[in-house]
């Protein structure tokens, strides 16, 4: 673009007030010739230099606005790619509210849900009433409005009125890695309710109490905008099911257990049957039976699958399943001890971490069959994760714990890849567009995940804070703070002090940055409330209070 001068005319055309004569010259005295046009008036230059400058600067000005509207096209690009990533935040702003509040004084029933979850349109939960029955509702995510409630009786009756295994609703969306089946699923989840009808104590070798319970279990496939059952499986007692990616593991006892039971001696020997069902099969598609040792008892049992592999853990006892057929890919292994994590990894590796006699142990399962034992190494499992990292398994060298520094080992070998000079902890932090984010203490920092270089890092005001983001945005809150801070650099964004009132959680806005202390409107200090707990509700988060009232931003 070429700059434009406009220069004023210097005749005397359209100017008031008195022309301004040349001056006189004399022969020799250096003037130019008569000829030659004359010196400018006084003013003028000034005036073209002064809108010359106002040119130069409209044109940096556009130019700076048009650059900024780019960043920003781009940045809301970027944040829109992960509005799909499950634990990514629902945008926030430096204008956050209070959406919309549940006081368990007047919404009992919501008040009881685990944290209500995000399917489809809408957030779906449940509560196990003292009835025996399980109450199933959903809410408009955006204003808390109750769309649909409904009550179904269970096959197991009333609960136990002093269960030390409590019974309990939980709710997810069906899922299949089926691209076809993954979209006849949508809006549909499947809210699995295990209600304890016989509990008792067991005596292990040592003398040891372990609380054992009877479940009975019911697999609800829901319909979420509507709360129409499409698919219901009562389950014999003692049978459990699992929810998993293209349908359900059903895991049944080749002995329930007996509440006459007293110690592991009265454990008769046997096993468990694992089936895994497709959603809407009329049959399993594979059938798998696991041993258990002697004197080992139907408890703790789970399962989970990604479409790759199904993990089944008893007992301590854990195997992994080929999920086409069934097939033994590792196991049994845990001797005992209590499954902490398990991790389905691209290509078809398996990363498993266990405690056992007070230690984590921590085993990478690669793509080949191969067993890798992670000597020293826990696993860091962030949460949210895009999979940009997918080419390295995320380690924490140490256990129990204590901070470490991030390890990058290869999911096809074992082979250490990379030793990051910065810390964190085990099961914590987040990874978006192949960074990982982690909060150590009050270090907020930035790790490329290709190579464990630090990219940024800052110093936050306030320890023990729990980190969520919005893809825009890190945010710790902490002590009653909620900070933001850029993921580009770190950057504090914009801060909000969480105040006691009588309707719950409330913000109030810190305009002097994460150290600033809150004042209100008026001037006054403003009393914060430290004890409020962060969770995530749906795709927003949410801030509860000791007493259970919830308030949920956007």
């Given at each position: 673009?070429?700059?434009?001068?406009?220069?004023?005319?210097?005749?005397?055309?359209?100017?008031?007030?008195?022309?301004?004569?040349?001056?006189?010259?004399?022969?020799?005295?250096?003037?130019?010739?008569?000829?030659?046009?004359?010196?400018?008036?006084?003013?003028?230059?000034?005036?073209?230099?002064?809108?010359?400058?106002?040119?130069?600067?409209?044109?940096?000005?556009?130019?700076?606005?048009?650059?900024?509207?780019?960043?920003?096209?781009?940045?809301?690009?970027?944040?829109?790619?992960?509005?799909?990533?499950?634990?990514?935040?629902?945008?926030?702003?430096?204008?956050?509210?209070?959406?919309?509040?549940?006081?368990?004084?007047?919404?009992?029933?919501?008040?009881?849900?685990?944290?209500?979850?995000?399917?489809?349109?809408?957030?779906?939960?449940?509560?196990?009433?003292?009835?025996?029955?399980?109450?199933?509702?959903?809410?408009?995510?955006?204003?808390?409005?109750?769309?649909?409630?409904?009550?179904?009786?269970?096959?197991?009756?009333?609960?136990?009125?002093?269960?030390?295994?409590?019974?309990?609703?939980?709710?997810?969306?069906?899922?299949?890695?089926?691209?076809?089946?993954?979209?006849?699923?949508?809006?549909?989840?499947?809210?699995?309710?295990?209600?304890?009808?016989?509990?008792?104590?067991?005596?292990?070798?040592?003398?040891?109490?372990?609380?054992?319970?009877?479940?009975?279990?019911?697999?609800?496939?829901?319909?979420?905008?509507?709360?129409?059952?499409?698919?219901?499986?009562?389950?014999?007692?003692?049978?459990?099911?699992?929810?998993?990616?293209?349908?359900?593991?059903?895991?049944?006892?080749?002995?329930?257990?007996?509440?006459?039971?007293?110690?592991?001696?009265?454990?008769?020997?046997?096993?468990?049957?694992?089936?895994?069902?497709?959603?809407?099969?009329?049959?399993?598609?594979?059938?798998?039976?696991?041993?258990?040792?002697?004197?080992?008892?139907?408890?703790?049992?789970?399962?989970?699958?990604?479409?790759?592999?199904?993990?089944?853990?008893?007992?301590?006892?854990?195997?992994?399943?080929?999920?086409?057929?069934?097939?033994?890919?590792?196991?049994?292994?845990?001797?005992?001890?209590?499954?902490?994590?398990?991790?389905?990894?691209?290509?078809?590796?398996v990363l498993t971490s266990w405690s056992q006699d007070g230690v984590d142990r921590t085993s990478l399962l690669t793509a080949d069959g191969d067993t890798r034992d992670l000597v020293g190494l826990?696993?860091?499992?962030?949460?949210?994760?895009?999979?940009?990292?997918?080419?390295?398994?995320?380690?924490?060298?140490?256990?129990?714990?204590?901070?470490?520094?991030?390890?990058?080992?290869?999911?096809?070998?074992?082979?250490?890849?990379?030793?990051?000079?910065?810390?964190?902890?085990?099961?914590?932090?987040?990874?978006?567009?192949?960074?990982?984010?982690?909060?150590?203490?009050?270090?907020?920092?930035?790790?490329?995940?290709?190579?464990?270089?630090?990219?940024?890092?800052?110093?936050?005001?306030?320890?023990?804070?729990?980190?969520?983001?919005?893809?825009?945005?890190?945010?710790?809150?902490?002590?009653?703070?909620?900070d933001a801070y850029d993921l580009r650099d770190g950057r504090a964004r914009w801060s909000y002090a969480v105040a006691t009132t009588d309707q719950g959680p409330e913000l109030r806005p810190v305009?002097?940055?994460?150290?600033?202390?809150?004042?209100?409107?008026?001037?006054?200090?403003?009393?914060?409330?430290?004890?409020?707990?962060?969770?995530?509700?749906?795709?927003?988060?949410?801030?509860?209070?000791?007493?259970?009232?919830?308030?949920?931003?956007?």
């Amino acid at each position: 673009m070429e700059p434009v001068e406009l220069v004023e005319d210097d005749g005397s055309h359209g100017r008031r007030g008195p022309a301004v004569a040349p001056a006189a010259r004399t022969p020799g005295d250096g003037a130019a010739d008569p000829a030659s046009p004359g010196p400018a008036i006084p003013g003028t230059r000034t005036r073209r230099l002064r809108r010359m400058a106002l040119g130069t600067v409209a044109v940096l000005v556009v130019g700076l606005v048009a650059t900024q509207a780019v960043v920003d096209a781009r940045e809301r690009s970027r944040v829109a790619r992960f509005a799909d990533v499950p634990g990514v935040l629902a945008p926030l702003s430096p204008d956050a509210q209070v959406l919309w509040r549940l006081d368990p004084s007047t919404e009992p029933l919501f008040a009881t849900w685990s944290v209500p979850v995000s399917v489809g349109d809408v957030l779906l939960g449940g509560a196990l009433d003292d009835d025996g029955t399980v109450t199933l509702g959903a809410l408009d995510p955006d204003t808390g409005a109750e769309l649909w409630t409904q009550q179904l009786p269970l096959p197991g009756g009333r609960q136990l009125p002093t269960s030390v295994v409590p019974g309990w609703v939980g709710c997810a969306p069906r899922s299949s890695p089926d691209p076809q089946v993954e979209a006849s699923l949508t809006g549909t989840a499947a809210c699995v309710v295990e209600n304890p009808t016989a509990e008792f104590r067991l005596l292990d070798d040592d003398g040891a109490a372990q609380e054992v319970a009877v479940p009975t279990s019911t697999l609800l496939s829901i319909d979420a905008g509507t709360g129409e059952v499409i698919e219901r499986l009562d389950l014999p007692a003692g049978t459990s099911v699992h929810p998993v990616n293209g349908g359900y593991v059903t895991l049944t006892p080749d002995v329930v257990p007996d509440p006459a039971w007293r110690s592991s001696a009265d454990v008769p020997a046997g096993g468990v049957t694992v089936e895994r069902h497709d959603w809407g099969s009329a049959g399993p598609r594979w059938t798998f039976h696991a041993a258990l040792p002697a004197g080992t008892a139907f408890t703790s049992a789970a399962a989970d699958g990604d479409g790759q592999t199904v993990t089944v853990s008893v007992a301590g006892q854990t195997w992994i399943l080929d999920d086409a057929d069934g097939s033994l890919r590792e196991g049994p292994d845990g001797g005992g001890g209590y499954l902490l994590l398990l991790r389905s990894l691209p290509g078809g590796g398996v990363l498993t971490s266990w405690s056992q006699d007070g230690v984590d142990r921590t085993s990478l399962l690669t793509a080949d069959g191969d067993t890798r034992d992670l000597v020293g190494l826990s696993a860091l499992a962030p949460n949210p994760d895009d999979g940009s990292a997918s080419d390295v398994v995320l380690l924490v060298e140490g256990a129990d714990g204590a901070p470490g520094p991030i390890v990058a080992v290869d999911p096809r070998t074992g082979e250490q890849r990379w030793r990051s000079a910065t810390v964190a902890v085990e099961r914590s932090g987040f990874v978006l567009d192949g960074v990982v984010h982690t909060l150590v203490g009050t270090t907020l920092q930035a790790v490329d995940a290709s190579d464990g270089s630090v990219l940024w890092q800052v110093q936050v005001p306030r320890a023990g804070g729990t980190l969520f983001t919005d893809g825009s945005v890190a945010l710790v809150v902490a002590q009653g703070r909620l900070d933001a801070y850029d993921l580009r650099d770190g950057r504090a964004r914009w801060s909000y002090a969480v105040a006691t009132t009588d309707q719950g959680p409330e913000l109030r806005p810190v305009t002097g940055g994460p150290t600033a202390a809150p004042v209100g409107t008026d001037g006054s200090s403003v009393t914060v409330d430290g004890s409020v707990y962060p969770t995530i509700v749906g795709r927003r988060l949410g801030l509860m209070d000791p007493s259970g009232q919830l308030a949920v931003l956007g």
